[in-house]
C-alpha cells in the first residue's frame, strides 16, 4: 500500500482535510473504484481507492469454486467505462481516508494537475447519473447534483433499464470455429488483467466474450505458481514483474486490437496491436521476452519483426539477454553470401554446388529433415538393428526419391543464390555441416520442400541460435503440409519404389527388350570414370552400369573395396570423370543399348541435350577411339573429334607427333647419318626408381637457388595461413620439405583427401604431404620455367629383375651424385623423357657404358644409323660382362629366354 509522506506530493489545501497526493490510475475496477499507482517507483506503490459517498451498479462476475456466476447491474457497464475513458492513464490528484473500523480507504480524485482547476470525477459521475448517492449532511452538493441528473433524465435515471446490462460470455464453446469465423480480422478489444508478461485476459467487442489470451510467437518471464494457483512471493523470477508492469503500463483497460490466430488447450493465441504497435515486437526490444517457435508459426503475418527484435535484445545484451554469447559463425561477404551452380543433389537435404572459382562445396538446406526410415526396431542396447542387405535409402525410405527428384528438377545445373546461416560442428561419427539458406528465382528451396511435405522442420532449443534465417516460413510451410496432409503428412497412398537391381543373370533378360527399344530414357545416378556410370531407368524401374561404346578412356583413383586395394588414376582420368560427372550427373539422358559384358553391363551410347557423350569425351582429348567404333555408325564422328583433339594437341594428345612429323625425322636420320654431339654442363638430382634421372644445368644452379631462397622470404614476410590453399592436381605451388622444413617450389601430382604427392620441380623429387604443408605460390616465384629435367639414359633398359634393377639405381647414383657431368641429348621417343648419354667432365667415362660393363644394364636395339658406333661400344662391353659373369649374366645369358620357343616375343 502506498505510504503517505510530506514532499512535493503531498500538500494540504485546507485545515483537518487529508492530504493531497499524485498518481496516476492504473485501473477501473468498477463505476466507484479504482486503483491509482504512485508517481514514483519502478514498479511504484499501488493503492485501491472507493468513491466516497456514492455507490456505483455492481459489475457481472464469472462462476468461480465458492460463487454462482452473476450480471451486471444495469449501468454498472457504462459507469465503469465512463471512468476508464477518462482516467486510465492519466496523472491525478486524490486525497484518502480510512474511516475507523472500515477495511477500506475512501476519497475523492480530482482529474488535472492543479487542484483550482481539477475535474471532481465523484462529481461527474453523479452529474452523469452513473452513481447513486448516499445522502448525509456532508454530501449536499453531491445530493443537487444527483437531483438535477434525476430531472434531465440522465443514467441510470432514464429508464429503459433492460437495455444496459451486458450479455457476458465468460467461456467460448467451439474456440476453433470461433478463430475461423473472425476470418484473421482484428477485433476490437479491451485489457482486464495481465496475468504476465505474454498472457492477458480482455473482453472482445462488441459481443463480451471473455477470453484468455497468450501472445503469439513471444513468451515473457513466468511467475511460479503456488498450492492455490496464485503467484508465489518466495520464488521470484528474473524480470517476471517488470515483463507483466510492461505490458500493464500500456495496455491494461487499453482500447487494443487482437488478431485471433490459434488456441492453446484452454488459451486462445494472437496478436495484440494498439496505437504504438505490436506489443510483442516492444517486449522483445527491451529484453523482456523471447520468440517461441511453436506460437511464432500461427502469425499470418510480422513473425520477421519479431526476430529482428529478438536479435536486437540479444546484440545490445539487454535484460534476460544480458550475458547472452552468439553461437552462430561470424561469416562476412563471399563467405557467408555467393552464387553458385548445383551440380548434384544428395538425397533430400544437401547440395553440392559449384562456386565461381570452380571450387565444389557441399550445402546442407537449413533446418530440415529428409523423410526418415519408420518401422525400424532397437537392439537391446537401443541402437537401430541394421538395414537389410541391399537396403537403398533413396529408393527404400518413403518420399525421399520423390524429395530428391523435385530438387534434381528444381536445381540441377541451376545458377542459386546461398547464404550461410550456421555451421554445425562435427559431433560423434558425423563431419562437419554448412547449413545455409538456398534460394532460385526468389523462391525459398527449403521452404518449397516443406510445403510440398518432403521434409520436416528441426525443432530447437530456445537458446539455440543455429537454425535458418527463414525460420518462421519454414513452419508456417509444415503447418500447411500437415494441414493438407502431403507428402509425409500422408495417411494413405504412401509410394513404394521397388526397383530391380539388373546383374549378370537380369541382363540377359532386358537385353533384347533394350535394344528394340533403341533409345531409351533415363537418368544418370553415378559417375564411376569417364565412362562408366549408373543409371536409373524409370520406365522399366531398373538399375544398371553403363559403358560408353566407342571409346578408350582413362580411369579415375579407385578407393579400396573388400579385398581389392586401391589403385591411381591414370592420367587423364580425374579430368575425365569430372567431365563426365559435370555433363549428364543427375540429369536426364538418352541411352542406346548395343551389347553387355560378362558382369552384366550394359555397352552402348549416351546422349546428354542431343550430344553423343563418347564424342564429347574424343573431342576434349580425354578419351581415344576403340578399334571397336569402325564397325559403328558413330565412327566418323568419333574419327573426326579424334583428329580435331589430336590437331589440337588436347590432353592426352599434348605429346602427340603427327606421322608426316615422324616420317621427316627418319628422313633426316637417313640423309644425315652423323651422330650429333652438343654437351650440356649438369648436376644430377634425382634418380627414380624407373631409371629415369633429373638434372639441373650447372650453370643455373646459382638462380635456383636464389629463386627457392626469394620464396622463403616471402613466406616469412607473409606467412602462410596453413589449410587456406585447397591443391589440385597440375597445380604449381609451393610445398615445405620434411627434411629441412624449407620452402620449395613443387607441383602438384596426386590428391588423395588430405595427403597430396608433389614434384620439386627444381630438383625432381617426390614427398607425399599432408595439404597444411601446401601453400599458393607468390606470383613472382611462378613464372620461371622448374630448374630440373627429367631425362632417360639412351640405348639401355633396367633388368627385369627387382634386386638387379635396385643394384643399378644404387651405383647410377654413386656415379653421378654431386658431379658434374656433361649431358647430350641423342634421341626423343613421344610419351618418354629425352633419351641422352652421360659423360664424367672430361670425356673420360661414359656413366651407361661403365653400368653395362658392370652386368647392371641391358643394352637396347636401336637401328639408327648415327648411333651405330655409340651401339657398338655398348654392346662390346655387355659381351664383356657376360663373359665375366657379371651380375645380371651371373647365371649365363639371360636374353636366351626370349627366343621363340620360349612362348614370348
Known amino acids: 500500500m502506498l505510504k503517505v509522506v510530506d514532499g512535493p506530493f503531498a500538500m494540504t489545501t485546507q485545515q483537518n482535510l487529508p492530504p493531497l497526493h499524485r498518481g496516476i490510475v492504473k485501473q477501473v475496477l468498477s463505476g466507484d473504484s479504482v486503483i491509482i499507482r504512485a508517481s514514483q517507483g519502478a514498479p511504484p506503490p499501488e493503492k485501491q481507492l472507493i468513491f466516497s459517498g456514492v455507490t456505483a451498479p455492481k459489475l457481472g462476475r464469472r462462476a468461480t469454486d465458492g460463487s454462482d456466476e452473476t450480471k451486471d447491474e444495469p449501468w454498472a457497464w457504462e459507469a465503469r467505462e465512463f471512468l476508464r475513458k477518462k482516467l486510465i492513464g492519466e496523472e491525478v490528484l486524490f486525497r484518502c481516508e480510512k474511516p475507523p473500523n472500515a477495511t477500506r480507504e475512501y476519497g475523492v480524485v480530482y482529474l488535472g494537475k492543479d487542484l483550482n482547476t481539477a475535474e471532481n470525477i465523484t462529481e461527474s459521475l453523479v452529474s452523469e447519473g452513473f452513481v447513486t448517492v448516499r445522502r448525509t449532511q456532508d454530501n449536499s452538493r453531491l445530493s443537487e447534483l444527483e437531483d438535477a441528473a434525476k430531472t434531465a433524465g440522465k443514467g441510470k435515471w432514464g429508464g429503459n433499464n433492460s437495455e444496459h446490462v451486458r450479455d457476458i460470455k465468460w467461456s467460448v464453446d467451439n474456440m476453433r470455429t470461433f478463430i475461423d469465423k473472425q476470418a484473421g480480422k482484428p477485433v476490437k478489444a479491451i485489457i482486464e488483467h495481465v496475468r504476465d508478461g505474454s498472457t492477458v485476459r480482455a473482453f472482445l467487442l462488441p459481443d463480451f466474450n471473455h477470453v484468455t489470451l497468450m501472445i503469439s510467437g513471444i513468451r515473457c518471464p513466468g511467475f511460479k505458481l503456488d498450492d492455490k494457483g496464485k503467484p508465489d512471493p518466495n520464488t ?58 511453436w506460437s511464432i508459426a500461427f502469425m499470418k503475418s510480422g513473425a520477421d519483426k519479431l526476430r529482428a527484435a529478438e536479435r536486437q535484445a540479444k546484440e545490445g545484451k539487454r535484460k534476460m539477454w544480458k550475458d547472452w554469447q552468439s553461437s552462430s559463425p561470424q561469416l562476412t561477404g563471399k563467405e557467408k553470401e555467393f552464387t ?19 571450387q565444389v562445396k557441399k550445402m546442407f538446406l537449413s533446418s530440415i ?42 536445381l540441377i545445373d541451376k545458377k542459386v543464390h546461398v547464404v550461410i546461416d550456421y555451421i554445425q560442428e562435427a559431433r560423434d561419427s558425423f563431419p562437419e555441416k554448412t547449413c545455409a539458406t538456398v534460394t532460385i528465382g ?29 525460420y518462421d516460413d519454414l513452419l508456417s510451410a509444415e503447418t500447411k503440409a500437415i494441414k493438407s496432409q502431403k507428402g509425409i503428412h500422408a495417411k494413405k497412398d504412401i509410394p513404394s519404389h521397388r526397383i530391380i537391381e539388373i546383374d549378370a543373370v537380369k541382363s540377359k533378360q532386358y537385353f533384347s527388350s533394350f535394344q528394340r527399344a533403341e533409345r531409351i530414357n533415363g537418368i544418370v545416378e553415378f559417375v564411376a570414370s569417364g565412362s562408366r556410370m549408373r543409371v536409373f531407368i524409370p520406365k522399366e524401374h531398373c538399375l544398371c552400369t553403363f559403358l560408353l561404346g566407342g571409346i578408350n578412356c582413362p580411369r579415375g583413383a579407385r578407393p579400396a573395396m573388400g579385398n581389392q586395394p586401391p589403385s591411381e588414376a591414370e592420367p587423364f582420368g580425374e579430368e575425365a570423370l569430372a567431365f563426365t560427372k559435370e555433363k549428364c550427373l543427375q540429369k536426364e539422358v538418352t541411352v542406346q543399348v548395343e551389347s553387355t559384358d560378362k558382369a552384366g553391363n550394359f555397352i552402348g551410347w549416351l546422349w546428354i541435350d542431343n550430344t553423343n557423350l563418347s564424342v564429347a569425351l574424343v573431342q576434349e582429348g580425354l578419351a581415344s577411339m576403340h578399334p571397336t567404333a569402325d564397325r559403328s555408325k558413330y565412327s566418323r564422328e568419333l574419327k573426326n573429334a579424334e583428329d580435331s583433339a589430336k590437331q589440337r594437341k588436347l590432353k592426352k594428345w599434348k605429346d602427340y607427333v603427327e606421322e608426316k612429323e615422324e616420317e621427316e625425322k627418319v628422313e633426316e636420320e637417313r640423309t644425315n647419318p652423323d651422330r650429333k654431339v652438343s654437351y650440356e654442363e649438369v648436376v644430377i638430382t634425382e634418380i627414380t626408381k ?60 596426386k590428391v588423395t583427401g588430405s595427403s597430396v604427392t608433389v614434384l620439386y620441380i627444381d630438383y625432381g623429387n617426390m614427398e607425399t604431404l599432408n595439404s597444411t604443408r601446401l601453400a599458393s605460390i607468390p606470383a613472382n616465384c611462378a613464372s620461371e620455367k622448374p630448374y630440373a629435367t627429367e631425362y632417360s639414359l639412351a640405348c639401355v633398359s633396367l633388368p627385369k629383375d627387382v634386386e638387379y634393377a635396385d643394384l643399378a639405381l644404387k651405383y647410377m647414383r654413386e ?82 629366354d626370349d627366343a621363340n620357343e620360349f612362348g614370348t616375343r
Open 690 to 749: 624407373e631409371g629415369t634421372f633429373f638434372a639441373q644445368n650447372y650453370n643455373l644452379g646459382a638462380k635456383a637457388e636464389a629463386l627457392t631462397t626469394k620464396l622463403r622470404q616471402e613466406f616469412q614476410a607473409n606467412p602462410p595461413l596453413p589449410g587456406a590453399y585447397t591443391p589440385k592436381r597440375g597445380d604449381i605451388c609451393a610445398a615445405k620439405y620434411t627434411v629441412d622444413e624449407e620452402w620449395y617450389r613443387a607441383k602438384v601430382d
Open 442 to 470: 526468389g523462391v525459398n528451396v527449403a521452404e518449397a520442400l516443406v510445403l510440398k511435405g518432403y521434409a520436416t522442420v528441426v525443432r530447437y532449443r530456445p537458446d539455440d541460435d543455429q537454425r535458418s534465417s527463414h
Open 340 to 358: 553458385a551452380t548445383v551440380v548434384e543433389v544428395v538425397n533430400g537435404d544437401a547440395l553440392m554446388v559449384k562456386l565461381a572459382n570452380n
Open 236 to 293: 521470484e523470477v528474473p524480470f517476471a514483474k517488470e515483463a507483466r508492469y510492461f505490458v500493464e503500463v500500456r495496455l491494461l483497460q487499453r482500447d487494443v486490437e487482437i488478431v485471433l490466430e490459434s488456441v492453446n488447450n484452454n488459451n486462445f493465441v494472437g496478436t495484440i496491436l494498439y496505437p504504438k504497435g505490436n506489443i510483442a515486437e516492444l517486449l522483445l526490444k527491451e529484453g523482456l521476452a523471447r520468440c517461441v517457435d
Open 369 to 410: 529433415r529428409p523423410p526418415k526410415e519408420v518401422g525400424r526396431a532397437a537392439d537391446e542396447d537401443g541402437k537401430p538393428t541394421p538395414r537389410p542387405k541391399g537396403f537403398r535409402p533413396l529408393y527404400d525410405i518413403p518420399w525421399m526419391f520423390e524429395a530428391r527428384e523435385f530438387l534434381r528438377k528444381k
Open 815 to 896: 656415379d653421378t651424385m654431386g658431379r658434374k657431368l656433361l649431358l647430350n641429348v641423342e634421341y626423343r621417343v613421344p610419351g618418354v623423357p629425352p633419351c641422352v648419354t652421360l659423360m664424367t667432365e672430361g670425356q673420360e667415362e661414359d656413366i651407361a657404358k661403365n653400368l653395362i660393363t658392370d652386368g647392371l644394364l641391358l643394352v637396347e636395339k636401336r637401328r639408327e644409323r648415327r648411333l651405330n658406333k655409340l651401339m657398338n661400344e655398348y654392346r662390346a662391353a655387355q659381351d664383356a660382362a657376360k663373359k665375366n659373369h657379371s651380375n645380371i649374366w651371373e647365371y649365363g645369358d639371360i636374353t636366351e
